[in-house]
């Protein structure tokens, strides 16, 4: 058994904070947009369209090259109008086809693929990931009702970096155990383990087992965030954000811990001005002032 000294060390160790992200560093964005990384966010329905405005944002604003969005055929003239700056792509009118033409190649190239903002129907869900899958993507994040469908697909034909980014209640879900939701840490390395996947939630990113990051025993802890960020979106800004530290080629733990320090920094500059009313798109916005403040230190 370890001293408590020792294992004082060992958290402190896990601890993500503004030094370990400056550590760690950025890629070099390079010259293009396609140098910055292209991500795609896979989702929307006609009553939450808005999710993948946030998740498209976030990406951005984290500084990822080109963000496509792949939505269904009712919202993409709506979602096209607004988002100027990106490619608005339409699944296929039905589910359950194969994903083809510019869908399947944006899905194919991608440094990281998103699927789950606004999506609010289980079958379609899953019907959309299968397409997806079926066009091999090289690094997945999986959100809300994504996560939903998750348990049912054999792990061999997921991708081997493949990212979690569950609220409390997804959280649930996919654990074995019931949630101790004053205590996150034990179903966040537990998700991360049965899954073999990078989780990131509340503050926590649980590792794949064999992860150079260093094995399951206890998740990374990032500081900062707070009350504010449970509001309406926050989640589809996170996913957007982790989605787009990975599509720039960051590792998927070390894009989890960028991800949630970005969001939670961002939720703390707007608390302090706003109190709890902002909205989740203002957090988006604010993702770039985090990175910066990183990045200039
Ligand atoms: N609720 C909100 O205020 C907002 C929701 N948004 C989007 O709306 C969608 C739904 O979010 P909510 O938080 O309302 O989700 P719900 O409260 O409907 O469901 C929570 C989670 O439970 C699971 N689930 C739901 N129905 C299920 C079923 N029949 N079988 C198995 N699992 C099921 C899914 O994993 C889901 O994400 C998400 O895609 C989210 O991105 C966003 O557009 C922003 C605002
Ligand atoms: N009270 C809180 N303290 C710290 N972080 C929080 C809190 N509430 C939410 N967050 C962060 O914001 C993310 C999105 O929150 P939530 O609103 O629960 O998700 P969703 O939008 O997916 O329903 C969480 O995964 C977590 O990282």
Known sequence: MSSPSESEAASRDRRVDV?????WGLPEPGRTKQSRGDAVIVGASRRT???????????????????????PGSVEEQLGAHLPEAAVLALPDDPAAPLTGAAAEVVAGAGAV?????????PQTRATLDAVLACAPQRLVLDAYALAVLPGIARDRLPGELLLTPNE????????????????SPAVVDVAARFEATVAAYGLVGTAPGDPTGGTASPLQVEGG?????????????AGAITGFLARGIPAARAAAWGLWAHARAGDRLTATHGLGFLARELATELAFAVREVEQG
Not at 19 to 23: N, P, S
Not at 114 to 122: A, H, I, N, S, Y
Not at 226 to 238: E, F, H, R, W
């Open 19 to 23: 030094g370990t992200l400056r550590r």
């Open 49 to 71: 369209p808005g999710a993948v405005i946030l998740a498209f944002e976030a990406a951005m604003r984290v500084g990822a090259g080109r963000v496509a969005v792949l939505v």
């Open 114 to 122: 998103l699927v789950g903002p606004g999506f609010d129907d289980v």
């Open 169 to 184: 209640d997804e959280l649930e879900i996919l654990s074995r155990a019931d949630l101790d939701r004053n205590d996150l």
């Open 226 to 238: 707070g009350p504010g960020l449970a509001t309406a979106g926050s989640g589809d800004v996170l």
